[in-house]
């Protein structure tokens, strides 16, 4: 009983291997999902400007190209200026100058 410990042992630790060293085929490797063909987008990305651990930016992209830009200039959470593109292009923007939550200022560009 004592020879036999060692045996089962090494059968269970040489699992798969044992199977091959008999002559039976080893199994096909398994599939692998193929790379999607598009390269994959965000449909927004937030970033802390400040390095205090919540966001202050917003990039906000339409088929891959920013459409709007979103910052919290003075860091209360609220967003105080917003930017929008067309093809890349900056085309207009707003601003909240005096932090109460309605937009100020507006700009064409």
Not at 62 to 87: H, M, S, W
Request: net charge negative; hydrophobic share 35%; glycine share 6%.
């Amino acid at each position: 009983m004592v020879r036999t410990i060692p045996i089962i042992v090494l059968l269970l630790c040489a699992g798969p291997a044992a199977a091959h060293a008999e002559g039976a085929e080893p199994a096909p490797a398994p599939e692998t999902a193929a790379a999607p063909s598009v390269p994959l987008t965000p449909k927004s990305v937030a970033t802390d400007q400040n390095k205090d651990g919540k966001p202050d930016q917003w990039e906000h992209y339409e088929n891959g190209v920013i459409a709007r830009l979103e910052t919290d200039t003075n860091y209360d959470g609220k967003v105080d200026e917003v930017a929008y593109f067309e093809e890349k292009r900056l085309v207009r923007g707003e601003k909240d100058i005096d932090h109460d939550g309605k937009m100020d200022q507006w700009f064409t560009y």
